[in-house]
């Protein structure tokens, strides 16, 4: 089993309309969570860090739930520039080691 | 912007020869890394420093080496490139415990 997991996609949506990514992780003692954004042969670029409390950026809202072990990734009001592959990744605590997921590839559709 | 280049941003090669590929960061960041992306896979770790001079490996270390003799530069060597180095490799930097990456260098071994 693969430390982190998401479903691949792609998911193709409409423009406005609301999508949601979960991300599964295997290990216990991660520590800290993100959501980064990769656009096609480009550098993934940070998009949320993902706290225990749940946070919100704009249209965009993540979550943790410990005791599942996932997190996930909610978007709002989709735009066509959102379309791109989101990766999960996770931080082992006490490491310097960043654990990626292979990314949830999302279309939005005019 | 995190300030961090790589060069070459493309490279052809051929099996067998020696390949350096160079990140260059601008903000004396401590932790750099190495990763390589293929399909079907996550980032994957190769390096990382954690310091001038200071280095460990990550999980697909073997045939690549490093160098950090300057904090603002972090070098990867391929000793004598093989058919499955050919991938698109990633620096990156952490802040805190975010990771922020460089624009790539796709390289191709013949």
């Known amino acids: 089993r693969k430390e982190v997991e998401q479903d691949p996609g792609p998911f193709n949506v409409p423009e406005g309309a ?14 800290s969570f993100f959501w980064y954004r990769q656009d096609c042969r480009k550098e993934p670029k940070l998009l949320m860090s993902v706290y225990s409390s749940g946070n919100e950026d704009g249209r965009f809202t993540a979550q943790l739930n410990r005791a599942s072990q996932y997190i996930s990734l909610l978007i709002r009001d989709s735009k066509l520039s ?18 990626f997921g292979t990314g949830t590839r999302l279309k939005v559709l005019a | ?14 099996t067998g020869t020696p390949v350096t590929l160079r990140c260059h960061q601008t903000e004396n960041h401590r932790y750099m890394y190495w990763y ?3 399909p079907g896979h996550g980032l994957r770790l190769i390096h990382y420093s954690y310091g001038v ?6 999980e697909v270390s073997d045939g690549y080496s490093v160098s ?16 499955s180095q050919t991938s698109v490799y990633f620096c990156a930097i952490s802040f805190g415990r975010e990771q ?5 260098t796709r390289l191709t071994v013949l």
């Open chain 1, 18 to 31: 609301t999508v949601a990514f979960n991300c599964t992780y295997s290990n216990s003692a991660s520590q």
């Open chain 1, 82 to 99: 959102d379309s791109a592959t989101y990766l999960c990744v996770v931080n082992k605590s006490g490491t310097y080691k960043y654990i």
């Open chain 2, 1 to 14: 912007d995190a300030g961090i280049t790589q060069s070459p941003r493309h490279k052809v090669t051929e």
């Open chain 2, 36 to 38: 390589r992306q293929d």
């Open chain 2, 53 to 58: 001079k200071d280095t460990d490996k990550g």
């Open chain 2, 68 to 83: 950090r003799s300057k904090t603002e530069d972090f070098l990867l060597t391929l000793e004598s490139a093989t058919s």
């Open chain 2, 100 to 104: 922020f990456f460089g624009p790539g």
